[in-house]
Structure formats: structure tokens, C-alpha cells
């Protein structure tokens, strides 16, 4: 008696073994910037402002988390700052700087970071 089960079963877990793509972020820094932009202009919460709160949330939780792996910090934050003023100085930065649009968001967070929260004695 033939068992066709088994061979379904080996092909299955083979095909589960196949490396997944690498993860390419869809979010530029044109996007991010769409999704931001009302928040300079008003404190009213809308389903944009929330997208662009959560990526700047999830883009500092990422950075501090792996901070201790750098040399030095890169920006510095002021004690108490907002997620809501880190958003507005990516707008200004992402305004200033319309030829880095196409670049992904987090480079352009990053970038606008840099440049808006510099450290003071580094």
C-alpha cells in the first residue's frame, strides 16, 4: 500500500524552507511627509497624523534600542520633547530638502534628526 500522504508532507516542508525576501521599507520620505503634514498646522488628530506618530514612534524605539551599539549618540533629543515636535521638525527638514524625497522615510528621519537635534559636546 502506498502512503501519499508522506511525500505531500516532505514537499510541504521543503517548499517551508526557502529564505524570504529581505524587507524593503515602501515608505519614503515623501510619504512620511504626507503623512505629517497636517500636524504642523493643527493639533487635530486624524488617521495621517496617526501613521506618521506611530512610524517616528517605532523609528525612535528602534534607534534607542540599538544605540548601545554606536560609538556615540548621533542626535539628542531635548528632555521632553514630543513625538509631535520630532514630526514637525522632519516637515521642516523634508521641506528644505525636496531632492531627498525619494530616499526611504527612515533615512530622511534620520537625516532630519541629525540635522534639527544635534548633540551639543561630541
Known sequence: M??????SVLICSLLLL?????????VSTERLETWCS???????????HGLCLGYV?????????ASWALPADLFCLPEGSSTVQVAR???????ANPNKVH???GEG??????????????
Open 103 to 105: 530616499k526611504p522615510a
Open 109 to 122: 528621519l534620520y537625516s532630519a534628526l541629525i540635522e534639527g537635534f544635534p548633540c551639543g559636546n561630541q
Open 38 to 48: 497636517g500636524i504642523s498646522r493643527s493639533d487635530e488628530a486624524t488617521e495621517l
Open 57 to 65: 514612534t517605532g523609528f525612535l524605539d528602534g534607534y534607542y534600542t
Open 18 to 26: 526557502q529564505p524570504a525576501p529581505a524587507f524593503a521599507s515602501n
Open 89 to 95: 521638525v522632519f516637515i521642516k527638514w523634508a521641506s
Open 2 to 7: 502506498r502512503k501519499p500522504f508522506l511525500p
